[in-house]
Antibody, heavy 123, light 106 residues
Framework: EVQLVQSGAEVKKPGESLKISCKGS????????IGWVRQMPGKGLEWMGIIYPGDSDTRYSPSFQGQVTISADKSITTAYLQWSSLKASDTAIYYCARQAKGGGNYYDAVDYWGQGTLVTVSS | DIQMTQSPSTLSASVGDRVTITCRAS??????LAWYQQKPGKAPKLLIY???NLEGGVPSRFSGSGSGTEFTLTISSLQPDDFATYYC????????FGQGTKVEIK
């Protein structure tokens, strides 16, 4: 069974750093792209970036380039999203999401989602 | 960047109604479009991929159509479990989501 299990909720202060995780299981972790999606309170879905754990090839949305870092450790089948200095506006639920493959395009739909990690940034 | 615009933002409907949601892309994305359903406190769920292909396990009352820049999601007969928010997503170049359509009880 394919699963993406994310780390638990976090409460942080502005200026602090944070790294959240997404552990994949039940499939070949290195051969599927993993994306990260932000959902601010009461708002829609925003694509942040995507990583191919096989070679750590990473692409960022222009809106998030330089604001976050996406990485992966294939030895423990885990992807990460990290911030070096959080802002109150980073308060949101963050989802990791597995990109399907075989659809005929370089990019594809999301076939599996993590359960989400709530990040709250408040002084 | 490819922008995705959904309409309407909110839709009030009754059980049994036929419901249609529209998604427009700012440039042609061929058929590289997916639809998702999201319920409060839950992750989105894939309904339709490549504009018109039903994901396994999704009820046949859901259907998708369109290509290029105009797409629709149709629910043929709305059921109580269908009250949720729906998002389109283009995956022609990276990912972009529409702003969502909330389907609420009339």
């Amino acid at each position: 069974e394919v699963q993406l299990v994310q780390s638990g909720a976090e409460v942080k202060k502005p200026g602090e750093s944070l790294k959240i995780s997404c552990k994949g299981s039940g499939y070949s972790f290195t051969t599927y792209w993993i994306g990260w999606v932000r959902q601010m309170p009461g708002k829609g879905l925003e694509w942040m970036g995507i990583i191919y754990p096989g070679d750590s090839d990473t692409r960022y949305s222009p809106s998030f380039q330089g604001q976050v870092t996406i990485s992966a450790d294939k030895s423990i089948t885990t992807a990460y999203l990290q911030w070096s200095s959080l802002k109150a506006s980073d308060t949101a639920i963050y989802y990791c999401a597995r990109q399907a493959k075989g659809g005929g395009n370089y990019y594809d739909a999301v076939d599996y989602w993590g359960q989400g990690t709530l990040v709250t940034v408040s002084s | 960047d490819i922008q995705m615009t959904q309409s309407p933002s909110t839709l009030s409907a009754s059980v049994g109604d036929r419901v249609t949601i529209t998604c427009r892309a700012s440039q042609s994305i061929s058929s590289w479009l997916a639809w998702y359903q999201q319920k409060p406190g839950k992750a989105p769920k894939l309904l339709i991929y490549k504009a018109s292909n039903l994901e396994g396990g999704v009820p046949s009352r859901f259907s998708g159509s369109g290509s290029g820049t105009e797409f629709t999601l149709t629910i043929s007969s709305l059921q109580p479990d269908d009250f949720a928010t729906y998002y389109c997503q283009q995956y022609d170049t990276y990912w972009t989501f529409g702003q969502g359509t909330k389907v609420e009880i009339k």
